[in-house]
């Protein structure tokens, strides 16, 4: 492998559902959830169907064989054990298979070590004792049905990442995974008879805690994180540096610089690469703000999701059918915006990511207007004008495929983003999104003499009450998360400010005849004085750690400047900022960027640096540089990076990584209502 150059990010997500796919042939195919998410984005049914499997269907004890299907293969991204191999066992028992293949996103060591408590985690393991013993079983199940001769076989396959376009991908498995705020951590450190590790470098060292004081459920899912990110690496044919700057990125960077599998494999190849993992939850405000420039932003944030996905939406595609059409628009399969085997419409997905919204209207515009010149069909620019390109535009091109239904299923992937397009810019919710953006840019006005944001959320409140409802209580505790992670201390240093809200809070949810989801997993089902008082003070605690995330950073300690009279205030992005530092040409030192690869080559360096001017280690070292955001990322922060590169005039190559995409309503499920140090 020393000899391999490095695969590009599309190939190496792909590569596991290619070797996959040589197992599949006369199978019928059970994926879980996000198994088919990563399959979607990657190749989708298409890819399991031309490969010769017979059916795909989901990994759930409501599903098994036909009569006819003697072979099936099962996708499971979670440890094969417990709830798992129930499902496994329902669906065997129930068919009629004389061969079962396992494929588990999950390596032996990792099954070894949390099953059984033993081994090394990420070791070599001879004999792969637990999946030989799950093949038994598998056998014993098929026999059920007097199966003579049965086949059962466990693979190990990393399917990781999800491919969304150039340059970035997701995963889909750890979409809930979301890093710890002070509060958190303190709440570990209260009940952990661990002692601190005085070797740590964080300046909080009474914050400091490591994966060993964790809750065991919350280790097992950065242990699987942490695997399956090796497994990607892999996959990439890179041997990296990893980086961290937080709290969870760090204990999720010592954990992959020491996994022993993790340090032989790159001991075998030449291809370097940067990881610098970040955690969500030092720059809250940008996801949770509605100043968003991009077109996949308003699509992510407008339409809802498509049924058991993170990140792909539901288009309805109803009415691009024939008025003569015998099926009703319920029974209409949506569309979709993830088609990984159209090179147009993926082209076209990767400017609605790293374009601003009116480039990428006029970029759908001339694809639309290239399929109708090709098509030979009656365009008809009269009237048009250059530059002005609007739901009306890109409605007029969709009649004409409409009214010629081959030329339309021949570009059925670039009709399903312009449909995904137009019900964005005429949906209700597009014009409230600029209503909110407006109440944002309001808290940023004003001056120290002025009110305060707490105090105009406040107010925003009250008037909600008063009958002049403009936004949800959803959307008002979003607005305070944007507040604080923007401003910080500033929001909390009033305290009768702080309690008169709250207590303006408590009287609107107690008010509220129908809560939402997220206020009902904040309060609790049974809303009552005390529950809501409870989860109101929650919540404020939350926020007040969310306000001192960066307090324990050096350089990005700010991500707000105060307005004067020459400059409006503005909100600079930590994304932006830590790009612009790693990438300068000045190389100033990375003061909050903690280099977790401290390996032999590593002490040797230092051991010069005493001696010899020898600059330290940086991301920007090798070629490809992953930056991956710890509980999700925006559309417009990955343009903002791809900008950032291109202005230093940088040939590296950047990635950009995350568990999710991120609508600002997502922000308040994730940070406030989700319990991060007990995840299911």
């Not at 051991?607 to 990322?633: W, Y």
Request: aromatic share 4%; with cysteine; charged share 20%.
């Amino acid at each position: 492998m020393a000899s391999s150059s490095p695969r590009e990010l599309k190939s190496a997500a792909t590569f596991p559902w290619e070797s996959i796919c040589h197992h599949v042939n006369k199978a019928v195919v059970f994926l879980d959830a996000p198994a088919a998410e990563c399959l979607h984005w990657v190749g989708g049914m298409q890819m399991m169907l031309k490969a010769g499997a017979l059916n795909v269907k989901e990994f759930s004890s409501f599903e098994n064989g036909s009569v006819e299907e003697k072979k099936a293969v099962f996708v499971v991204s979670d440890l094969l054990a417990n709830t798992s191999e129930e499902v496994l066992q329902d669906i065997v028992t129930g068919s009629h298979f004389r061969q079962c293949i396992a494929v588990t996103t999950l390596p032996h060591s990792l099954h070894l070590h949390l099953l059984e408590h033993g081994g090394v985690e990420g070791a070599n393991t001879s004999g792969e004792k637990i999946f030989r013993q799950l093949e038994g079983r598998m056998k014993r199940w098929m026999k059920v049905r007097q199966v003579q001769n049965p086949e059962a076989q466990v693979l190990h396959m990393p399917m990781f990442a999800a491919t969304i376009c150039n340059n970035l991908f997701l995963t889909p498995q750890h979409s809930s995974l979301f890093p710890l705020l002070d509060i958190e951590l303190a709440q570990v450190k209260a009940q952990s008879k661990v002692q601190v590790d005085t070797q740590s470098t964080d300046s909080s060292t009474n914050l400091y805690v490591g994966l060993n004081m964790l809750p065991e459920e919350l280790q097992t899912k950065i242990k699987v994180f942490v695997s399956g990110l090796s497994g990607f690496c892999e996959h990439l044919r890179v041997s990296e540096d990893v980086y961290a700057v937080g709290h969870t990125s760090r204990i999720i960077a010592t954990e992959l610089a020491n996994l022993p599998s993790a340090r032989a494999r790159r001991k075998a190849t030449q291809n370097r690469a940067s990881i610098l993992l970040l955690d969500r939850t030092l720059d809250l405000a940008g996801p949770a703000g509605h100043n968003r420039d991009t077109l996949a932003d308003k699509i992510l944030s407008v339409l809802p999701r498509l049924q058991g996905h993170s990140t792909d939406v539901t288009v309805n595609m109803a009415s691009l059918c024939s008025n003569g059409s015998r099926h009703n628009a319920e029974v209409v399969v949506p569309g979709c915006i993830a088609h990984p085997c159209d090179h147009t419409a993926q082209a076209v997905l990767n400017t609605f990511v790293v374009q601003k919204h009116k480039e990428s209207l006029m970029e759908l515009n001339r694809q639309l207007v290239d399929v109708i010149s090709r098509e030979n069909l009656p365009l008809n620019l009269a009237g048009s004008k250059m530059g002005r390109i609007n739901a009306d535009t890109v409605q007029k091109h969709l009649q004409l495929l409409k009214d010629h239904p081959k030329s339309l299923w021949k570009n059925a992937a670039l009709a399903q983003l312009a449909m995904a397009t137009v019900q964005t810019l005429t949906h209700p919710q597009t014009s409230h999104w600029d209503s909110i953006l407006s109440t944002e840019k309001l808290l940023l006005m004003g001056d120290e003499s002025g009110p305060s944001a707490i105090s105009k959320i406040t107010q925003l409140v009250q008037r909600n009450q008063s009958g002049e409802r403009s936004h949800s209580l959803d959307e008002v505790i979003v607005l305070l998360i944007y507040a604080f992670s923007l401003m910080g201390d500033e929001c909390s240093h009033n305290g009768s400010e702080v309690r008169k809200i709250q207590e303006c809070l408590m009287d609107a949810i107690l008010a509220d005849e129908k809560p939402s989801q997220l206020i009902t997993a904040l309060v609790g089902e049974e809303k009552t004085e005390a529950s809501v008082n409870h989860g109101v003070k929650k919540l404020f605690q939350k926020l007040q750690s969310i306000g001192k995330a960066r307090d324990n950073l050096q350089r990005y300690k700010s991500i707000f400047t105060m307005g004067s009279d020459v400059h409006p205030a503005s909100y600079n992005s930590i994304l932006k900022q830590l790009v612009d530092v790693i990438f300068d040409p000045a190389k100033p030192e990375l003061v909050d960027i903690e280099n977790k690869s401290a390996g032999l080559r590593d002490l040797i360096k230092t051991g010069f640096r005493l001696f010899m001017n020898v600059s330290k280690p940086r991301p920007s070292d090798h070629p490809l540089v992953i930056i991956f955001v710890v509980g999700g990322v925006t559309p417009s922060e990955v343009r903002l990076v791809k900008e950032a590169v291109a202005a230093k005039s940088s040939t590296t190559q950047v990635v950009v990584g995350s568990t999710c995409l991120l609508r600002p309503e997502d922000v308040l499920r994730l940070a406030i209502c989700q319990d991060n140090l007990h995840p299911e």
